[in-house]
């Protein structure tokens, strides 16, 4: 069965530093990743896509399938990065609305 | 082109009823998905429909049943409610047709539903 976990319900860092969220997943066949993020009073919308390979307001993301992750990572953090991040899966062959999400990662920057 | 909307944003209904919630999609999307999303949780797939037939369910029991009309909007229905169904229902459409198709859902605002 396919599973997400984001084992950090909550995260602070500090202006500038470097940030990472985790998220493992569990999926035997080829999947693709993605992460959410909801900013406050804003809907959830997509930030970024495993197959796009493509750095989304300087955060990046790497599949790694040995490890079974898809951690997000900015070097510098800023404090408009404040908010909710989910990441999920969508199972190979699977419809194309059908998402499996983590219970998602608040992150917190301090000025 | 407009975004994502639905309705009520928030509704109170006793344990037992019966409630309606609305969603429509954005403009050229023809695949909408419902998920449900309880406090703390992430967002958990009830339903997908396309052409208005529904294509792929999760693990919900029938009680949850939806609609899709030809101008692609949808409704979510759910009878008999109890107290867990408490939650955020989110709608979100998509368009699987390539080369739009990139994968991403676009999601409303949600509709809240306590039940007490």
């Known amino acids: 069965a396919q599973r997400v976990t984001q084992p950090e319900k909550l995260l602070s860092v500090f202006k500038g530093a470097p940030v990472e969220l985790k998220c493992n997943y569990s999926y035997s066949g080829s999947p693709e990743l993605f992460w959410y993020v909801q900013y406050s009073r804003q809907r959830l919308q997509l930030l970024l896509r495993h197959i796009s390979r493509e750095s989304i307001k300087g955060f990046t993301a790497d599949l790694n399938k040995g490890e079974t992750s898809f951690h997000l990572k900015k070097p510098f953090a800023q404090e408009e990065d404040s908010a909710m991040y989910y990441c999920a899966l969508r199972a190979g062959g699977s419809t194309l609305g059908r998402l499996y999400f983590g219970r998602g990662t608040q992150l917190t920057v301090w000025p | 082109e407009t975004g994502v909307t639905q309705s009520p944003t928030h509704l109170i209904k006793t344990r037992g009823q019966q409630v309606t919630l609305r969603c429509s999609s954005q403009s050229g999307h023809n695949t909408v998905s419902w998920y449900q999303q309880a406090l703390g949780q992430g967002p958990q797939f009830i339903f997908q429909y396309y052409r208005e037939e529904e294509n792929g369910r999760g693990n919900f029991p029938p009680r949850f049943s939806g609609l899709q009309f030809p101008n692609y909007s949808s409704e979510l229905n759910v009878n008999a409610l109890e107290l867990d169904d408490s939650a955020l229902y989110l709608c979100?459409?998509?368009?699987?047709?390539?080369?739009?198709?990139?994968?991403?859902?676009?999601f409303g605002e949600g509709s809240r539903l306590t039940v007490l």
């Open positions: 979100a459409s998509s368009d699987p047709r390539w080369p739009a198709n990139t994968g991403e859902l676009f």
